[in-house]
Every structure is written in C-alpha cells, then in structure tokens.
C-alpha cells in the first residue's frame, strides 16, 4: 500500500509539446503529492506539489491533475523546451509515518528541439 | 550555507570496506532524511530525523546501515562491510519542521568494486 507508480518509463517530445507524466497509488491516506525534477549528477528539485482536496494546480508552464477518485495524478509540462529535459519523479506522503516520501521510479524526459 | 552539502561527491571503495557518508543539512533545518538511487531507480526511503525524537530507522536495508546526526545539525551515513548491491547514489535531503518540501543534496555516488 506504501507504492507509488508511475509512467512512462520515459518519453521524448518535440520542442513546444506537451510532457505528460502519471503516476498512480494505493494507499488513500496518502496526503501530499509532489513532483520533483531531476537534472544529471544533482539532487531532485521540488517541482510543484498538490494536495487531495484540489483537483489541479498550474505553475507556469507545469500543471498537476489530481483524480481523488481514481486514485491517479499527473504532471502536464506545456510548451516543453529543450532545458525541461530530465528525470521526473512523483511522490507521495502519508502524514501518519512522518514526512517522509514515497517515490515512483522516475520518467526520463528528452524535449527536442 | 545555502543548500544541503554532501560529501564525498563520489568515493569508490573495494567490497568489505567500510564507508562514511556526510550530509551537511541547511541551517534551521530541523528534519533531515536519507534516501538511496540506484541506476535507474526511484528514490528509496533509508532514515528520518527529526528534531531530538528518535530516528526513523525503518528504511534500513539492512544492520550493515546506520546513520547518527550529530548536535541535530550534520548527519553521517555509515555502510559497514559494503556489497556491490550498495553501489547508488546516496542523497540527503532537508526540511524545516512543519514545511514539507525537501532540499536535496547533490548526492554521493557510492561504487563497490
């Protein structure tokens, strides 16, 4: 119930496409969704993060849909740019085992120009 | 400073050797967390601390792990009698108390020979 998975493995997408990434989980308890975005040889980087009261949530060019329901989330990245390319992973935190985070394995996005 | 510093960047060490790995968190941060990459892989939770409690050990692969956090300020991450299974990125990652976004370090890159 703790899993988090996510797909696709990877994707490659023209210059000015759209990215979409989805994760999907067990456990509803869960109750913080964050993306994070990872170049090569650096730490992820907090992305854009949503919780399961909102249904989406836009920053810039990167939105999050959230479908409580479903149990299903998912990363559109708008107008991808050859400088979005990199690894992407979903998370998900249940508040009761403190703040830490499960991840999905990752998508690895490749934007040509 | 003004980001989670780890070190060694990489260290390269022969199988049954003992390694130390240092995460330096950012200053006020009271949560700190250690996770593990391997090639191509997801994040996998390994030890949380937070504030004097005692630590979340349940990521732990095994009793060859363990990881202390000194003046609940820098953390070591000690890896007795290593196996090439061992061999993944080792990032550290901090967060103030009640936010939960993380910073990650830049990660260790650990490699068993």
């Known amino acids: 119930q703790q899993q988090v998975k996510q797909s696709p ?3 490659i997408v023209q210059k000015g496409g759209i990215s979409i990434i989805n994760c999907a ?17 650096k730490g992820p980087a907090l992305l854009i993060a949503i919780r399961p009261d909102v249904s989406e949530k836009k920053e810039g060019r990167f939105t999050i849909s959230f479908n409580k ?30 703040n830490k985070l499960t991840f999905g394995g990752g998508t690895r996005v490749l934007v040509k120009p | 400073g003004a980001g989670v510093s780890q070190s060694p960047s990489n260290k390269v060490t022969e199988k049954g050797k003992d390694v130390e790995l240092r995460c330096d968190p950012i200053s006020g ?6 996770y593990r990459q391997s090639l191509g892989q997801g994040l996998e939770f390994l030890i949380y601390f937070q504030g004097n409690s005692a630590p979340d050990k349940s990521g732990l692969p095994s009793d060859r792990f ?21 061999s993944a990125v080792y990032l550290c990652a901090s967060s103030p108390r009640l936010s939960y976004g993380y910073t990650f370090g830049s990660g260790t890159r650990l490699t068993v020979v």
């Not at chain 1, 067990?26 to 109750?31: C, G, H, Q, R």
């Not at chain 1, 479903?70 to 992973?89: E, R």
């Not at chain 2, 941060?29 to 250690?34: E, K, R, V």
């Open chain 2, 29 to 34: 941060h009271t949560a700190l967390y250690w």
């Open chain 1, 69 to 98: 329901s479903a149990k299903q989330f998912s990363l559109h990245i708008m107008d991808s740019q050859p400088g979005d390319s990199a690894t992407y992973f979903c998370a998900a935190r249940l508040m009761a085992a403190g």
């Open chain 1, 25 to 41: 989980y067990e456990n509803t308890a869960f109750d913080y969704f964050p993306w994070y975005q990872q170049f090569p040889g």
């Open chain 1, 9 to 11: 493995q990877s994707l």
């Open chain 2, 66 to 86: 363990s990881a202390e956090r000194t003046g609940g300020s820098v953390s070591t991450l000690t890896i007795q009698r290593t196996q090439q299974e061992d």
